[in-house]
């Protein structure tokens, strides 16, 4: 098996190529995105893997095709980034669903804890021996509300740690799991009635926008937003409005909608042209991440695993458990 290995990182060559070795795999390690220009690199190659900005269209799907590219493995849960309908019956799409669901969760409920208690400004106060707090206060968790949005693996291993913070926890899913300690409501009444919303659904037709100016206005003055899963769930433009009108105690935002180009680069150097995004960190109660949820060892050695395992049922024509279509 050969794959062109698409927006190296050293951190992903570091995991993946010990890996490929001991699975006999030969994997060519390409630093750019995969987009139109880039495709061309994988002739040749009996498939791609790709990350989570790297946006495979129908064109891109019909010169894998022709270039008789046959997998697009996906080092990602999320898989609204390929076009699914194109590749459909063509080429197959495997993703790596559930590597860590913990590492997702505990980031999110890392990114509560700072954007409310202001940990990551209270650092930079401290460290120049500025130690006050004014500005800093927050809210107690305890006994608040809580709502979940999408019960899947990471909302599951979310409610866990709320839960522990002595959090009551609403949530809604289109399919409900009854064992969970939680009661499940209809989205409105989740937005009206929870302290702190997160979101751990994916990003489909059905959810994208799902934070938009009318379920804003129907959330409560102060209300927490977490957002680890997908940009696309929040109407940036919305989101900005709220928060100008002080609807927000805080945001914490580990994924944004227009991240190509800009995530997991280094930009400091030069002039952002997304006025959105720019303006989202000129508030003061707006925490931004790049797209690190996932970024734990363990997560790592699991995306590495499971990427060489869909690779080798491909190679030997097992079934493809993790097939997304
Ligand atoms: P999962 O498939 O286990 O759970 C998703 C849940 O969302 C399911 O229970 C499903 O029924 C529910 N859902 C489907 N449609 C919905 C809707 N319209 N409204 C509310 N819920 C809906 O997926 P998992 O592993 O929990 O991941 C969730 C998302 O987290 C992924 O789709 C991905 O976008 C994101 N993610 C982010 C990472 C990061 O590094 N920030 C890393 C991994 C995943």
Redesign the pocket.
């Known amino acids: 098996m050969k794959i062109a290995f698409y927006g190296t990182k050293p951190y992903d060559r570091a995991k993946f190529e010990p890996m490929a070795q001991t699975y006999g795999f030969l994997i060519h390690f390409i630093e750019m995105p995969c987009n139109a220009e880039t495709i061309f690199l994988a002739k040749g190659y009996d498939a791609i893997c790709i990350f989570v900005n790297d946006h495979i269209d129908a064109y891109m799907i019909d010169e894998l095709c022709k270039m008789r590219v046959k997998a697009i493995l996906l080092r ?3 898989y609204n980034h390929v076009d699914l309908k194109a590749a459909k019956d063509r080429i197959h799409v495997l993703r790596v ?2 590597y860590s ?1 913990e590492a ?1 969760a505990e980031y999110a409920a890392g990114l509560l804890l700072s954007v409310n208690r202001c940990i990551h400004k209270a650092f930079y106060r401290a460290r120049d021996f500025n130690m006050n707090i004014n500005g800093f206060m927050g809210v107690d968790l305890y006994q608040k509300t809580a709502g979940i ?7 599951q291993a979310m409610i866990r740690i709320l839960k522990g913070f002595g959090m009551d926890i609403l949530a ?4 409900p799991n009854d064992k969970l300690p939680v009661e499940y409501v209809t989205l409105d009444e989740l937005f009206s009635q929870s302290d702190v919303i997160s979101l ?5 037709k ?2 994208k926008h799902i934070i938009n100016k009318k379920s804003i206005a129907k959330m409560k003055q102060g209300v927490y937003l977490v957002n ?3 940009g696309a769930l929040i109407d940036s433009e919305a989101l900005i409005d709220g928060l100008v009108a002080g609807k927000f105690g805080g945001v914490g935002l ?2 944004y909608e227009e991240e190509e180009g800009i995530f997991y680069e280094d930009c400091s150097n030069h002039i952002v042209m997304d006025e959105v995004l720019a303006r989202l960190m000129t508030f003061p109660n707006v925490l931004i991440t790049s ?4 970024f734990t060892k363990e997560a790592m050695d699991a995306i590495a695993l499971q990427t060489m395992e869909n690779a080798y049922a491909i190679e030997n024509e097992l079934p493809l458990v993790n097939k997304v279509l």
């Open positions: 990602s849960a999320g669903p559930g669901p997702v949005v999408g019960t899947g693996k990471i909302g809604y899913d289109p399919y751990h659904c994916p990003l489909m059905e959810t680890t899963s997908r580990d994924v797209h690190m949820g996932f």
